[in-house]
């Protein structure tokens, strides 16, 4: 993964980007990023991680792991 990943994920468009803390996750609303979480990307299962390094969008363990950080981020949050 090199760049900014873009992944529709239901009705919501979620943004993935390397950092030195981990894997940034943010949420795009109108072409505006707002950044949710860092997480270790090494916590994320092995198919999610290899789905992150081949760039794969649709990947279903990628698409799971990403729903997990997302709840989350809403459980702390409420």
Avoid: K
């Avoid at 072409?31 to 299962?45: A, E, K, Q, R, S």
């Amino acid at each position: 993964m090199g760049e900014d990943m873009t992944i529709r994920l239901d009705s919501e468009e979620y943004v993935l980007r390397r950092a030195e803390g981990g894997l940034e996750v943010g949420r795009r609303v109108d072409g505006d990023v707002t950044w949710l979480d860092t997480v270790d990307p090494g916590l994320l299962p092995a198919a999610a991680r290899e789905a992150l390094e081949r760039g794969d969008t649709a990947d279903p363990g990628l698409l799971t792991a990403l729903r997990g950080v997302v709840q989350a981020e809403v459980q702390r949050g409420a």
